[in-house]
């Protein structure tokens, strides 16, 4: 995981309004939805209560075919909600099996989500993967088998034992005004207040991973969904967009293992061949590279040229007039500028290139003594210049093609280099 810093920070705490959009989006559409359902068609509103299993299983195939055993454990937990609050719990009278099974749910929702965030992917159709589905098989078995007492169990105890876990599940735990007005028990309520803060703290902390985004629009809307149980299409309607929610993180987070560089957060080669199949008649290419890397790397360690590398990526990501960064590979970056010749696009260049020189780099060992006379020997502390060439091509008629404007421009860096380094050339 990237190392957490201010500017970090501050770059996550830019992203976070786009890595909220989608979540966003589904709770709209799903309160938006749920408000006019008169006014939707009788056709189609039938087909509702179908919706969120057609979505969950679109997932729990991606999920299953790339091993995301969280996107199918979530998807299961969701289907299973919207069976017991569209059949069983749909009316959740006190003292009912409903009104436990309800109540039960309530609580393990948020919880079930909240461990499988923490626990790490290991597959599905693999040891850890069966453990874990044993693990959530036995306690929905448990809750069924709860919810059902009144048919396994001699009448009275199987009444007296609902009775009790309702009435632990249902503990007042605030003033009533203190909470808005919902049929949602307070212990549920406390622990999706906690878990929705848990969601929010890691989307900062991991750089806003599509994951986890995605988990926290399908809480709040599978929080909604419980909110409206005894309306089975606005039940229907949220644990759609509780599913819909995670499936388009599941689609996200493909998308940025296959078009974004992990270690660097900048869109990868594969995208900046997509990138050069839309531009134009106009347009200029620039590689960069980071002077002496290998050198650096040897000196100091490859975990040391990591941190160099996203801090320059960092930077990249601020260029200005309108270019697009890229990771080509190694230490080995590229800016696209759509409809920009070399020479315009050259200012901004030099403006970056001055940025990262005059930015330094200060290591920092892993293993810091905590004498600072020692730390200076280990090299820990040690403020370094990072400076960086850059070379830039701009469509022609003699480079006609990405590829050749490419070629080019990595033939400028080469120049560059060769005239001393910490230079733009074309």
Partial sequence: MTAITADALGRTALRMPKALLWPAFFLALGWATALYTEEVPKVIRGLLIYLPYAIALVGAVIGWRFNRSRLVFSLIAVSLGHWMLTG???SIKSGTSGELGYLTFALLFPIGLLVLSLLKERGLLTRHGMIRAAIFASLAAMVLALAAADHWLAKGLATDIQRAAAKLLS???????????TVIPEPAIAVFILVTA???????LLG??????????????????LH??????AVSVFFTASAGSMLMAAIQDSYRLAFVDELTGLPARRALMMETMTLGPRYSIAMLDVDHFKKFNDTYGHDIGDQVLRMVASRMERVSGGGKPF???????TVVFPGKTADEALPHLDTLRQNIADSGFVIRSKDRPKKKTAQKKNGGGKKVSVT????????????STPEAVTKAADEALYRAK?????RCSK
């Fill in 388 to 399: 960086i060439s850059i070379g830039v091509s701009e469509r022609s008629d003699k480079h």
């Fill in 171 to 181: 503990t007042p735990m605030v003033p009533n005004r203190w909470i808005p007005r």
């Fill in 418 to 422: 060769g005239a001393g380094r910490n």
């Fill in 88 to 90: 069983p719990a749909s």
């Fill in 228 to 233: 409206f149980v005894g309306d089975v299409e």
């Fill in 208 to 225: 806003n991973p599509p994951t986890e985004s995605g988990a926290l629009g399908g809480l709040l809307a599978g929080g909604m969904a």
């Fill in 327 to 333: 990771r080509y590979g190694g230490e080995e970056f």
């Fill in 198 to 204: 848990y969601f929010f703290v890691r989307l900062i």
